[in-house]
Every structure is written in C-alpha cells, then in structure tokens.
C-alpha cells in the first residue's frame, strides 16, 4: 500500500510538473538581454580603457610645449625689438624695424614648424591605430556578446525554463532579484 502511495505521488508531481508552462524563445531572449544588461551595469568601468584618449592624452603635453617654446621665441623676438622700436622716431624706421620683426618671426617659426609638425603627424598615425584597434575590440565584444546571448537563450529552451521565471528576469531590477527569480 505504501509503494502504491508513493508511485502515485511520482507520478502526480511528474504530471503537474510536465504542466508547467515553458518559456518560448522570445521570453528566454528577453531574460537572458536582462541578464546582460544588469552584469554589463554591475561591471566598473576601466578609466583609461579608451586608446584614443591614451593617444590625446599622450600627445597634449609634447603639442603644449612645442607650442610654448614658439610663443616663447615669438616673445623673445618682440622684446629684442622693443627698445629698438621704442627709439625709432619716424614712422618710415618704425617700418623697417617692423619688417624686421615679421622676417625674424617667419624665420623661428619656419625652424620650429616642423618639430610641430611632427608631433601633429605622430598622433595622426596613432590616432587612427587607436580608432582601428578601438572598432577591432567594439566589433569582437559584440561578437562575444551576442554569442553569449545565443548560448543563454538555447539554454534557457533547452532547458526547459519555466515561463514564469523567464518572466520575473525579464522584469528584474538587480542582479540579486534576477538570480532571487524561481
């Protein structure tokens, strides 16, 4: 009598678990997007991660202080004139004096220029190094991404997950009541 009992629960729970509705594959697909998005918002972001501003960041510096020793010798320039211009009483020797000042500029400039120059083509070349390696990586994550999707919603069929926690994921606020989900 005790078998008989036992068989006959087996098989009622059997019958009222086979009852239970399953998840279709679109209720998978949205647990498993949720679950994404609540782990891709768990996870801290890496400062420094992006190599374009590593680039910016990494020129700034050599660009500011090639651009300060211009003005610099600009200024340089400017003063070794002053007390020239200063003592030139005709407007026809402020002239002169002012070519002067134009011609010595044109000349430190067109010497210091090309150190510029340089620099402005260095971070080009590593600029769009960066914006290639920065779409290579963005371009392999979404591959990854949507690969773990996959895997997540073939599982979730599969596996016979329940509509109703296929559901409650679905609307999950956190990770903690995503994984709470029965």
Request: net charge positive.
């Amino acid at each position: 009598m005790k078998r008989f009992a036992v068989a006959m629960m087996t098989v009622g729970l059997v019958f009222v678990f086979s009852c239970v509705q399953k998840a279709t594959k679109e209720e998978c697909q949205a647990a498993c997007k949720k679950q994404a998005e609540l782990q891709n918002a768990a996870k801290p972001k890496a400062v420094g991660d992006d190599p374009v501003a590593q680039v910016n960041t990494k020129y700034a510096q050599q660009l500011a202080d090639a651009e300060k020793a211009k003005a610099e010798a600009m200024a340089a320039i400017d003063k070794e004139f002053e007390a020239k211009l200063a003592k030139a009483k005709a407007d026809k020797d402020k002239a002169k004096i002012n070519e002067e000042i134009t011609k010595k500029k044109d000349e430190k400039a067109k010497e210091l220029q090309p150190k510029i120059d340089e620099i402005n083509k260095a971070k080009a070349d590593e600029l769009k190094a960066a914006v290639d390696a920065k779409a290579k990586k963005d371009a392999d994550a979404k591959a990854a991404a949507e690969k773990a999707l996959t895997a997540c919603v073939d599982a979730c069929v599969n596996g016979g997950t329940a509509k109703t926690k296929a559901d409650c994921q679905a609307k999950a606020a956190n990770l903690e009541a995503f994984g709470k989900c029965q």
